[in-house]
């Protein structure tokens, strides 16, 4: 008989899973409140309800139940549009990049770009596993702010360093005033 190479066996398949996800419930009512007269909408697919938004699991992601790392992508879109279509805000195709089993970062699309949104402490949630489905509720996540006029990926270190000091009270400036005529 001819021996046949070894081969690797294929990644276990994911169950179609999803993302509940509770953005920023103080932003949200800020947006459908008096000052922004808005609205919040979902879309292809995804569902809202109680304050947390539903988004489906896509097909490919890279998550290994057994190492506990990988990639989950979800799909759908949630839009906030207030102040006359001023405020006009989507996240999109949230992808949970899971880094260990403790931690996570949250990236959506917004804006044509992939951003970074918020990190999750997956390890001060509870976890259950049944087969390949890995269920996490309740892990808190952070949001991550980039500084102003930052490109989408690129982070500041540090804020940028003012021009010019503040002059001293000495060099403040001051005006002089003839106090009746002058002549």
Do not use: C
């Amino acid at each position: 008989p001819t021996p046949t190479p070894p081969t690797t066996p294929p990644a276990p398949e994911l169950a179609g899973g999803s993302l509940k996800w509770g953005i920023s419930a103080p932003f949200a009512a800020y947006v459908t409140g008096s000052i922004a007269k808005g609205s919040i909408a979902v879309s292809n697919g995804a569902t809202r309800a109680g304050g947390a938004f539903q988004f489906g699991q896509a097909a490919g992601s890279s998550y290994n139940p057994d190492s506990g790392v990988g990639t989950v992508g979800y799909t759908d879109t949630a839009r906030y549009v207030g102040h006359g279509r001023l405020l006009d805000v989507s996240f999109a195709n949230p992808e949970l990049r899971i880094t260990s089993p403790s931690s996570a970062a949250l990236y959506v699309t917004h804006g044509g770009a992939r951003i970074h949104m918020a990190n999750v402490a997956l390890s001060a949630g509870s976890t259950t596993r049944v087969g390949n489905t890995v269920t996490v509720t309740g892990a808190p996540t952070t949001a991550v702010m980039t500084p102003t006029g930052s490109s989408p990926g690129m982070r500041a270190t540090r804020s940028a360093r003012i021009r010019n000091d503040a002059p001293n009270s000495a060099e403040s400036g001051s005006t002089r005033r003839a106090l009746g005529p002058t002549s």
